[in-house]
């Protein structure tokens, strides 16, 4: 598959073929930065972005911080927008860095369906999926189930998988550990206002 929009990445994989890959920059480090901003570990910043309703009161954090892969911005910066006097409390401050960092995810996830790529389980993994309010949050703003395996070395995992391909000729049969799975109503308007805001930043 070819991305003509260049949203999404081909990565030549140990097989000859190629992998389609949406790529962030900004990933768990975008809620280490808040946490830092917070003060706060990570259970006391999960229970400050939980307690805020989905839209952060209206808050929307643009996770720029080092530029971006997908959308490909690399000279871009973060930004922090719709601030007013009563919205801005750390409950907004932490849920909206959670909301942007998964509208991010959600941008390229659909990348995938716009090229025709069927998108049947979405699985959180990696040191960004063990935040709770990460597992909480995501099928809002993905607006799917999510399903959260056992944490792992899944990367690992998957390069001795294709390695054995290649060595075999066959597509090895793996079992995952056991998953849990996340659901929760949609919020369509988290994704709405990301969008109408994602373009809102200054170049660094």
Known sequence: MADPTGTLT?????????????VTLNGSQTMDVMRGLLAVDF???????????????GLTLVPYYQGERTPNLPHATGSVLG??????????????????????????????????VPVERVRLI????????????APAV?????????????VADGAARQAAWVLTGTLPTWETSAT????APATPQVREAYAD??????ER
């Open 10 to 22: 081909g990565f030549a994989d140990a097989t000859g073929r190629f992998l389609p890959l949406a």
């Open 43 to 57: 259970a006391e910043y999960d229970s400050l972005a939980l307690a805020a309703e989905p839209g952060a009161g």
């Open 83 to 116: 601030m007013t006097m009563s919205n801005l409390t750390r409950e907004n401050l932490a849920r909206a860095s959670v909301e942007g960092l998964l509208c991010g995810l959600a941008d390229g996830l659909e990348a995938f369906v716009a090229q025709g």
């Open 126 to 137: 990696g040191g960004g999926a063990r935040a709770r309010a990460v597992q909480e949050i």
């Open 142 to 154: 993905l607006g799917r189930d999510v399903l959260l395996p056992e944490p792992g070395e899944y």
């Open 180 to 183: 849990a799975v996340r659901s």
């Open 197 to 202: 805001r994602r373009d809102l930043w200054v």
